[in-house]
C-alpha cells in the first residue's frame, strides 16, 4: 500500500492542491508558504531559523480593508441609508505596531481599561489618533478608567464614549465640565442563549438602560450609542443574527424616546479565519443580513437608520502574526500511541487560549517536506517541564504532519490575538521559556521593511526574578552577547544569509540584507 504524504493529506481532507490560495491570509507558491501573499515564511525560516515569532503588519491592513469593502457591498445591497464604522478592539493586541497599523487603515478605536485609554491618549496628542475618530470604553470602570476617561475629554477629544456598564459610572461622570457623549450595554445581549456564563456580568438591565436615558437626557450631555455584544468567534452567522434582532428592537424602541441616539454597536464576535483550516463565514452576506433587519425594525418603529458600528479584535489581528519553531528530537509515544514531536519552544507560553479556552485550536502547517509519508503526532514544548505543554489537547485528534522529524520547521498561525497579552510580553515566563527573537515586518511607501528583535536574554529574566546578573550569567553566553546589541532595522530578507541550514538552540541570530517580494 502506498503510504499517503501530507500534501495527499491536506488534498483529502481540505481539498487544497498544494499550491495556490490555502486560506483568506495564506497561500503556497513553488512550495513555500506565503503570508498575506507576500511574505515567504519558508525563506524567512531558512534564513532565521527558529523559533521565530514572526509580525506581518500589512495583514492587519487588508483585513480592515476588506471589511469596510464588504460593508459597502451590504450597504447597496440592504439600501441602508446609515454609516459603517470599523473600531478596532485594541485588547486583541495593544503592540503599537498593530494599533498604529489599524489607524492607518482608518480604524476607530475601542478601550477596554484605564490604560487603554492612556494609550489612546498619547496618540491623539501625537496626531496618530486623528479628531474624527470614535473612541468607545467599554467594560467596568474604576476610578482610574473614568479619570482617564475625563482626562481626554479635557483634552480635546469630544469623541470619546463611555459605554456605561453600571449606574454608578454615569453618577461619576455627570459632572464633568465638557459635553460627553454616552453609550450604554445592553446587559441581556451578553448570555441571550444561555451558552455565555460570565458575559452577562457586562451592561445594564433594560430598567436600567432607561433610568440612564432620563438622566442623561436631563443633563449637558447626549446618549448616542447602543451596545450589544454577544460572544467572539461567532461562526454560526444564523445564530449571530437571532441573537442581535432582539437588540435591534431594543435599539429601537429606545430611539423613538431619544432622539439623540445614532449609533448601533454590535461590539465583537466577528470570527477569523486563523483558527481552523476549512474555515468560512459569509462576512458581507452576515453584514448584509445585519442591516436589512436593521433598517426593516427601524422602519417599524418609525425610526432613522442608525450608524452601524463593529468593534474588531480577533477578526483585526489573529492572522498577521505567526510563530516558527522546529522539531528537535522525536519521542516515542507509548504503545498505540502517536509519537512526540517536541519543539523548541512552549505552547503554554505561545497559545495560552489552546489551555485557556474549551476547544481552542490553531493551524499548525510543516514549511516543507510535504511529499514525505505523513504520520499522526502530537508536539511537546520543550522549553518547559510542564505536562500540560502538549498541543492538541489530549482529548483531541493528533495532528497529521511529515515524517521528517528533527529539523522540521512548523508554522503556528492565529496567534496575533489575545495570545501575547494573555502570556505577557518581556517578562518571566513559565520554566522562564525565553521569547524567540521578532521579525516585525511593515509596509512602507509599498515597500516591505523589517526590524528584528534578538531572543530574549536570560540575564534579563533573572534580573527581573530579583537575582543579580552576575551571579547567573553562566547561562547562554550566546544570547546575552547578542541582545547587548540594539535591535536593528534591515530591509526584508528574502534570501538566507549562509547556505548551511542551522539547528538546535540558542542561536546567533542573523541579519542580512536584500529585497522585498512583491518589488
Ligand atoms: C473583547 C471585546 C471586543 C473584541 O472581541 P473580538 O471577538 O475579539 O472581536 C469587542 N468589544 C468588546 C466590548 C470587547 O470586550
Known sequence: ????????????????????????????????????????????????????????????????????????????????????????????????????????????????????????????????????????????????????????????????????????????????????????????????????????????????????AARIAGSRHQLVLYHAMIGSQVEDEAHFLATLRESVENYARLRRVTPTLRYFNFGGGMPTSGYRLGFSFDYEGFLTRLMVTIRDTCAAHGVPMPDLIGEFGRYTVATHSVVLLEVGAVKRGQPGAPDWYLVNGSMMVTLPDSLLVDGQEFVILPLSDWERPARPVRLGGRRTCDSDDVYPRPDRAPLMLPDTGAGLVLAIFGVGAYQQMISGRGGAHHCLSPEPARVIVTEREGRLVSRYVPQQDQATITRLLGYQPHLTSLAEPAPATVAARPPRVAPLVMRPAGNQRRRGYPRQPRISRVVAAGD
Open 1 to 212: 500500500m502506498n503510504q499517503q504524504t501530507y500534501a495527499d493529506y491536506m488534498r483529502d481532507h481540505f481539498g487544497f492542491t498544494g499550491e495556490g490560495q490555502l486560506t483568506d491570509f495564506l497561500s503556497r507558491e513553488g512550495g513555500e508558504l506565503m503570508l498575506g501573499g507576500r511574505l515567504n515564511l519558508s525563506e524567512l525560516a531558512r534564513s532565521r531559523g527558529a523559533p521565530l515569532e514572526v509580525v506581518y503588519t500589512p495583514q492587519i491592513s487588508t483585513q480592515i480593508a476588506r471589511m469596510r469593502h464588504w460593508a459597502r457591498g451590504a450597504r447597496r445591497r440592504a439600501e441602508y441609508a446609515g454609516r459603517f464604522l470599523y473600531a478596532y478592539a485594541t485588547k486583541a493586541n495593544f503592540a503599537a505596531e498593530a494599533v498604529q497599523t489599524a489607524l492607518q487603515a482608518g480604524a476607530h478605536y475601542e478601550t477596554s481599561a484605564a490604560a487603554d485609554v492612556v494609550i489612546a491618549h498619547g496618540l491623539f496628542r501625537q496626531g496618530l489618533l486623528p479628531h474624527d475618530r470614535l473612541i468607545f470604553c467599554n467594560g467596568s470602570k474604576e476610578a482610574g478608567y473614568l479619570e482617564a476617561i475625563r482626562n481626554l475629554r479635557h483634552a480635546g477629544c469630544a469623541n470619546v464614549i463611555p459605554v456605561l456598564d453600571d449606574l454608578d459610572e454615569l453618577e461619576a461622570l455627570l459632572d464633568n465640565p465638557a459635553a460627553l457623549q454616552f453609550g450604554v450595554r445592553e446587559r441581556a445581549a451578553g448570555n441571550r442563549d444561555g451558552t455565555h456564563p460570565g458575559n452577562d456580568r457586562f451592561g445594564l438591565t433594560a430598567e436600567e438602560i432607561e433610568r440612564a
